[in-house]
């Protein structure tokens, strides 16, 4: 079983966000860079099955030089080999076409993609993928059972889950759920060792429509200072809800 798991390089929820340009272009310098963690979880449940039944691992990126340690990070956690489209990932259209063709050429049984990425949460390419190769496609996936070409899965939805069968080739948006936080793995440095051996190859882009573009990046406005009330002032407290907080 082929399965390629797609990396998304995000920043770091710690990381400090700026804008340049007029606000119009993420800045890049001092952010910390980690796998989406949509994708770590995707990845970890893909060694699983390499551990269980076999499987061979690739990971792929769409993007620059930079975001090779991502990947490099991946490759100590247990994937195989690695893939890099040498592209600016400008929008969702343009990443899924250039997965697709990953995918087109590499033959892979099942793709395992978060369901969105922690930078942006457009939460449209896994689906966008599936759209034009033809594969089956679930999202929102917490468990996946493979048995042959037979797949069942079980998926978040609003109120419950859904649990649903379906057949290879497959590609999912995966989360937490596919494994537990307490079970993701951490490169140990025999893996980070053997990581920088593994294959890492670098493929140019292939044309695709660019249709959508960031105008304006807004960071949300700041919290505004705490307004302490005396216990015993009832009026002050009931005021200050109804008419500033407008929650009562």
């Known amino acids: 079983m082929k399965i390629l798991v797609c990396i998304s390089h995000v920043p770091d929820t710690t990381s400090k966000i700026n804008f340049t340009n007029d ?30 039944q076999g499987a061979t691992i ?15 990070k991946a490759l100590a956690i247990g994937a195989n080999d690695a893939i890099r489209v040498n592209a ?4 969702s259209f343009f990443v899924a076409k250039q997965l697709a063709e990953v995918i087109k050429n590499g033959a892979y049984d099942i793709v395992i993609a978060g369901k969105e990425s922690l930078d942006y949460n457009g939460g449209m390419v896994p689906g966008m ?5 033809g594969y089956n496609f ?21 109120g419950g889950r859904e649990t649903v069968s ?25 893996g980070i060792m053997t990581a920088r051996t593994k294959t890492l190859t670098v493929v140019e882009s292939v044309d695709a429509a660019v249709n959508t573009k960031a105008i304006k990046f807004e960071k949300p406005a700041p919290k505004s200072a705490v307004k302490l009330v005396a216990a015993d002032n009832l009026d002050e407290l009931i005021n200050l809800l109804h008419n500033e907080a407008k929650v009562i």
């Open 88 to 91: 600016i990932p400008t929008d």
């Open 129 to 133: 993928i599936a759209g034009i190769l």
């Open 138 to 158: 679930l999202n929102s996936c917490t468990d996946l059972i493979v048995d042959g070409n037979n797949v069942k899965a079980i998926r978040e939805i609003d």
């Open 58 to 72: 690739t990971v792929a990126t769409v993007g620059g030089p930079e975001t090779e340690p991502t990947l490099r």
């Open 166 to 190: 379906t057949m290879l080739p497959l590609i999912i948006g995966g989360q937490k759920g596919l494994v537990e936080e307490k079970d993701l793995r951490i490169p140990n440095m025999r």
């Open 23 to 52: 606000d119009s272009q993420f800045d890049a310098n001092g952010v910390q860079f980690v796998i989406n963690p949509n994708d770590e979880y995707g990845l970890t449940r893909a060694v699983w099955f390499q551990e269980q």
